[in-house]
């Protein structure tokens, strides 16, 4: 992600490059890992760019945001290849779901990782995408990041199993993530599919009605409210409207 000016903050054009590469890869044994990292010294991405929000005018455009995200994230996991994320720094947001839908996750010790939205936008993550965290890191810490919009660190990030090692600095994250990438490179190529597939298969295997909820916090007051609170650099003062 090169978007070092906004903290690698995430474009609708970002997501969707995304996807395309991790649908189009090569089939013909010339790439065997995929890392995604973010430059800039400061984060792997801070979320989707706010900005993009303004442009919501009706119910439609809330729904296709989340199906987009549902997207993207479903070509993130269907990618036949193995999927590294390397992060430094604030992995928020949609930059935190990406690196969850990732098959291996490594960082430095200036992680901060989480989705801050009850405190700062007032939207909500897609039932999917918190069935994917909840897999991951369990339900019960899931609602409680989410409840409380704190942010995990390093050291807690490894112990409840978000991440499988800490690195010093990004120097050292960069070159352990393509020593990893070299490593994965080597191992049976249907194996590692088959188990990415079948696992994606199992969490893909309910599927839930979630529009109504989407809508009512993207079509919310409160959602107008946080969205230029945060890009106004003020606190948002929440009505439950």
Request: proline share 3%.
């Amino acid at each position: 992600f090169n978007r070092p000016q906004a903290r690698n903050a995430l474009t609708f054009g970002m997501y969707n490059r995304l996807a395309a590469v991790c649908s189009n890869v090569p089939n013909d044994g010339s790439v065997k890992t995929i890392v995604i990292s973010g430059a800039g010294g400061k984060a792997f991405a801070a979320g989707t760019d706010m900005t993009q929000f303004r442009a919501f005018e009706n119910e439609q455009d809330a729904l296709d945001y989340e199906n987009r995200i549902d997207e993207v994230l479903d070509a993130v996991e269907r990618c036949p290849l193995p999927t590294v994320a390397a992060i430094h720094g604030a992995c928020t947001g949609g930059g935190g779901s990406i690196a969850a839908a990732c098959d291996i996750r490594i960082a430095t010790i200036r992680l901060k990782f989480g989705f801050p939205i009850a405190r700062t936008l007032g939207d909500c993550l897609a039932a999917g995408n918190l069935t994917g965290l909840s897999e991951l890191i369990g339900a019960g810490r899931v609602r409680e990041l989410i409840f409380t919009a704190r942010l995990i660190e390093a050291d807690e990030a490894c112990a409840v199993g978000l991440v499988t090692e800490i690195l010093p600095d990004e120097d050292s994250l960069l070159a352990r993530a393509a020593e990893l990438a070299h490593q994965l490179g080597e191992m049976a190529p249907l194996t590692l599919r088959a188990t990415k597939e079948a696992m994606r298969r199992n969490r893909a295997a309910v599927k839930v009605d979630d529009s109504d909820l989407i809508l009512s916090c993207y079509m919310s007051d409160d959602f107008r409210t946080g969205m230029e609170a945060f890009l106004n650099k003020r606190k948002p003062k929440w009505s439950g409207r």
